[in-house]
C-alpha cells in the first residue's frame, strides 16, 4: 500500500509537471470531435480514407491513442533536442523506394521503413537491400487495413504474415510494428505485444501523400520541427517512399536538417531518452492500482500519461486524475526500454 502511494504521488507528479498543458488540449480534442478535428486527426495517420475512425474509437469503450496527442507529447519531451529519425511507411515500391535508398546511401543516413507484407512478397529484393544497407526492416502490416477493426485473429495473421515474409527475406524477424492509421485499441494492443514487437509512432507528419509536392513536404519538416522559428524540436519524421515527390524532396530536406545541425538517427540508435518516448510499448489502462512495475523510479522507464473521456470544461486536478483512474480513463503509456 504505501509502494502504491509512492507511485501514485510519482505519478500524478509527472503528469502535473510534464502533461497537464497537452492533457487539458487533448481533453479538449476528445470532448469536441468536430469533423474537421476528426479528419485532422485521421490524416495525421497516412490515409484520408476513413474519416470515421477517430470517432468510432473513441465512442468504444476501447482503448484509444490519439495520436496527435502523442505528437505534441512528444515535440515538447524532445524540445531540446536536435535530433530526427526518418520513417518511410507503405514501401516498397519499384519505383522510388530504390531512389530513396540512393539518396540515404550517398548521405550515409539510415533510416525505418515500414513495409507491407503484399508489396514484400511482390518485391523481396527491395527488402533485402533495405536490410542489406543497415537500414530497419518495420512491419506496417500485410495489407494496410485498419486494424482496430479487426478480430484477434485477423490483427495477428496481419502481422505475422509480415513477419514471417520478412525474416524470410532478410533473416531477422522485425522488431518494431507500426499500424496503419496509427489506428490501435486494446485488442490490437495485446496482439503486439504477443508477438514480441515494439510500437513506433511519429511526431513530424510530412503529409507527403495528400501533397504530393516536394516543397510541401520541406516546409511541413520546417515548421513541425520548428527550424525556421529557431526552437530546433526533434521528432520522428513520417514519409511515404512511395511517391516521386517525395523521393524529389528527401535531398533538401537532409539539406535543411543539415544545414541546422540536426542529427539523423535510425530508431534503434536514438539515445535513451529519444528512443523511450516515441517508441512506445505496453500501455496500460489503469483500472487497477498503478503496479509498481510502471513506477518509473523502479521501472526507470518514463512515463507518459493521457486521460481518456475527459469531460469538456472540467479541470485536470489531481482529484480528477484520481477520478479518471477509478473509471479507467487514465491511460499510461510505459515508454521502451532498451
Ligand atoms: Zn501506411
Not at 479487426?150 to 509480415?162: D, G, P, Q, R
Request: aromatic share 6%; hydrophobic share 35%; with cysteine.
Amino acid at each position: 500500500m504505501r509502494n502504491f502511494k509512492i507511485n501514485l504521488k510519482t505519478i500524478l507528479t509527472v503528469c502535473m509537471a510534464l502533461t497537464i498543458p497537452t492533457i487539458l488540449s487533448a481533453a479538449t480534442s476528445f470532448a469536441s470531435v468536430s469533423p474537421i478535428e476528426t479528419k485532422s486527426a485521421v490524416s495525421n495517420t497516412e490515409s484520408p480514407s476513413d474519416t470515421n475512425m477517430e470517432e468510432n474509437l473513441i465512442n468504444s469503450d476501447q482503448l484509444c491513442i490519439d495520436t496527435n496527442l502523442g505528437r505534441s507529447r512528444l515535440k515538447e519531451l524532445l524540445l531540446e533536442k536536435r535530433a530526427v529519425a526518418l520513417t518511410f511507411d507503405d514501401g516498397p515500391h519499384p519505383l522510388t523506394t530504390p531512389y530513396i535508398l540512393d539518396i540515404l546511401k550517398k548521405r550515409h543516413v539510415k533510416a525505418t521503413f515500414f513495409v507491407l507484407g503484399l508489396q514484400a512478397k511482390k518485391y523481396p529484393e527491395l527488402i533485402k537491400r533495405i536490410h542489406d544497407e543497415g537500414h530497419i526492416v518495420g512491419n506496417h502490416t500485410y495489407s494496410h487495413k485498419n486494424l482496430s477493426k479487426l478480430k484477434t485473429a485477423a490483427i495477428k495473421n496481419e502481422i505475422e504474415n509480415t513477419n514471417k515474409l520478412i525474416e524470410k527475406i532478410t533473416g531477422e524477424k522485425p522488431k518494431y510494428i507500426r499500424p496503419p492509421y496509427g489506428a490501435i485499441n486494446k485488442t490490437v494492443i495485446s496482439a503486439i505485444k504477443d508477438a514480441g514487437m515494439s510500437m513506433v509512432l511519429w511526431t513530424v507528419d510530412t503529409r507527403d501523400w495528400h501533397s504530393k509536392n516536394e516543397k510541401s513536404v520541406l516546409k511541413e519538416v520546417d515548421r513541425q520541427l520548428h527550424i525556421s522559428k529557431g526552437d530546433y524540436i526533434g521528432g520522428a519524421i513520417l514519409m511515404h517512399d512511395i511517391y516521386p515527390s517525395t523521393v524529389r524532396s528527401l535531398d533538401p530536406v537532409l539539406d535543411k536538417l543539415a544545414a541546422n545541425e540536426y542529427k539523423v538517427y535510425s530508431i534503434n540508435n536514438l539515445g535513451n531518452s529519444e528512443s523511450d518516448f516515441w517508441s512506445v510499448k505496453t500501455p496500460i489502462i489503469c483500472k487497477k492500482p498503478i503496479s509498481l512495475h510502471a513506477n518509473p523510479e523502479i521501472s526507470k522507464n518514463p512515463l507518459m500519461i493521457s486521460l481518456l473521456k475527459e469531460k469538456p470544461k472540467e479541470k485536470v486536478t489531481q482529484l480528477g486524475m484520481l477520478k479518471a483512474r477509478k473509471e479507467g480513463n487514465l491511460l499510461i503509456y510505459l515508454a521502451m526500454s532498451n
